[in-house]
């Protein structure tokens, strides 16, 4: 045990810190700004959670949207119906619930699913995305097309960026270690790796499983920050705008999601200028970004590679 403090210790203390720093910004920051960096936290852990299916594994999933609303809904039940009022731990019991439901999710689509490749995959997703957005809208249980109100404000930026910090630092352990290069073999040629012994399916599977969970945590902390949720907060096009952050900070970089995730999260609002030209001058960016980088802002290298490659051409 103390090895695994010892190993860890900058995570632990990265995380602590959070809570005075989130207790800290509002003296500088007012609530719109604040908002902003709190949607930013919750977008890096979509998008890098994302990463792990798109990028290194090499799938292609729609349906991360449909992740997260399991997650939403999931948690926020936990603690408006489940969890005694005052008892502490709430939000963590809520995430954890809304995280291991979307992961059944992930594995209930994954085995069906899995088995198919590019497009096929892609529509088989965005299907599963859509049905449990109907299924919500149909279930007035949980709000139905009213949406869901009354949650909790639980979630805060010190949570949120807990979280964050948690989910790159073990997706990234993941990833760079021996046991992420099956994944990556995967995603260089699926074929090839069968032939070598690797299990496919198995691999595949527990991928989808683990970026699902992630997606519900981002949806359990989306709903108990803002105390109200709608399946309109989880369309198609909020799939699309995290597969958008996956592909401009290029596919399979941890460090390039975050980027992405961070900049289309800033870019609207700093848009708002334009009102009725803003998503025109965004798309315009956009289409200008993929032409002039098409694998992305750091293609599939993280930014310690890329400052590394720099470093040793100045030299």
């Known amino acids: ?114 088995r198919l490749r590019g497009d096929y995959l892609a529509i088989a997703t965005l299907g599963f995305g859509e049905i449990i957005r109907v299924v919500i809208v149909n279930t007035e249980s949980v709000g139905g ?31 760079y270690s021996p046991k992420g290069i099956p994944l990556a073999a995967i995603r260089e040629d699926e074929m090839a790796a069968a032939a070598m012994g690797i299990d496919t399916t198995r691999l595949k599977i527990l991928a989808f499983m683990t970026g699902s969970f992630w997606a519900g945590v981002a949806g359990g902390l989306f709903a108990h920050f803002i105390g109200y949720i ?17 592909v401009l900070g290029g596919m399979g970089s941890f460090s390039g999601a975050i980027l992405a995730a961070i900049a289309l999260t800033v870019l609207p609002e700093l848009l708002r200028f334009g009102a009725e030209y803003r998503m025109i001058i965004y798309s315009i960016l956009l289409i200008v970004m993929m032409l002039t980088r098409p694998r992305g802002l750091l293609g599939n290298r993280e930014i310690t590679t890329w400052l590394s490659s720099k470093l040793a051409t100045a030299r």
């Open 230 to 246: 709608h399946t309109n907060s989880f369309t198609f096009l909020k799939s699309i705008e995290i597969v958008t952050m996956v």
């Open 145 to 175: 097309a009213r949406g869901l109100f009354g949650i909790p404000s639980l979630a805060s930026f010190a949570s949120v960026y807990a979280c964050a910090l948690i989910c790159v630092v073990l997706l990234w352990r993941l990833v």
């Open 1 to 114: 045990m103390p090895s695994l403090v010892r190993a860890n210790a900058a995570l632990l203390i990265g995380v602590a810190l959070m809570w005075p720093l989130g207790a800290a910004l509002p003296a500088v920051l007012n609530a719109y700004y604040l908002q902003i960096i709190v949607y930013i936290g919750i977008n890096i852990i979509l998008a890098v959670s994302l990463n792990l299916i798109n990028g290194v594994t090499g799938q292609f999933s729609l349906g991360h949207a449909g992740f997260m609303a399991i997650g939403a809904y999931a948690s926020a039940a936990v603690t408006m119906f489940a969890w005694p009022s005052g008892l502490p731990g709430g939000l963590w019991a809520a995430l954890l619930a809304g995280g291991a439901a979307a992961a059944v999710a992930g594995l209930i689509i994954g085995i069906p699913t899995l």
